[in-house]
């Protein structure tokens, strides 16, 4: 802490405001807060108290405010890590294929499925995700995944139609409730 202790002398409270009514990302804005109740004079263990944030994590901020640039402060730095399966050409290949009715792909299917997209991941790209996964990459490619209708194995199509005739009829003559009239 500076002999004052301000440990962001050179940060003032319009600065902080005029920032806070641009920004979008989450934790900038509880960088900014926490920065403008400390400008009010709130100590870090009053902020704690005020939003629970905790009181380590509130230094934190307000030292990435006295050591480094505003800009610098307010967001992370990018942080390397493993490096995605799935290049981004190939995602855009993906998405296009998604576009597609599966029958363009070559599949037997009406829609696109999880499990038929995580299929298709496997055999054009050799890349397996989690169903999970390939439902955020649908989304990120704004395809609506479709979930899979179960079919009785049992499903006879001309007994179906049997049945919905049945049925139909029996709304016909109101005899419906297995044909008992209440």
Do not use: C
Not at 90 to 116: K, R, S
Request: charged share 35%; no cysteine.
């Amino acid at each position: 802490m500076t002999e004052d202790g301000n440990k962001i002398p050179d940060l003032t409270p319009e600065r902080v405001r005029e920032q806070l009514a641009d920004e979008r990302d989450p934790k900038a804005i509880k960088r900014l807060t926490a920065a403008r109740e400390y400008l009010a004079g709130l100590s870090p263990e009053q902020i704690e108290e005020k939003y629970g944030w905790h009181r380590q994590t509130v230094y934190n901020w307000l030292n990435r405010f006295e050591e480094r640039d505003f800009e610098d402060a307010l967001h992370d730095d990018n942080r390397p890590g493993r490096p995605p399966d799935l290049s981004e050409q190939q995602f855009q290949q993906f998405a296009e294929t998604l576009h597609q009715p599966p029958e363009e792909a070559g599949y037997d299917a009406p829609a696109w499925t999880t499990a038929l997209a995580q299929q298709h991941l496997i055999e054009e790209f050799d890349v397996a995700y989690s169903r999970r996964h390939i439902q955020r990459l649908m989304n990120k490619a704004e395809v609506s995944w479709q979930k899979p209708r179960p079919e009785p194995s049992s499903a006879d199509e001309e007994e179906l139609h049997e049945y919905d005739e049945d049925l139909k009829k029996s709304r016909e003559t109101g005899q419906g409730n297995n044909g008992h009239n209440d």
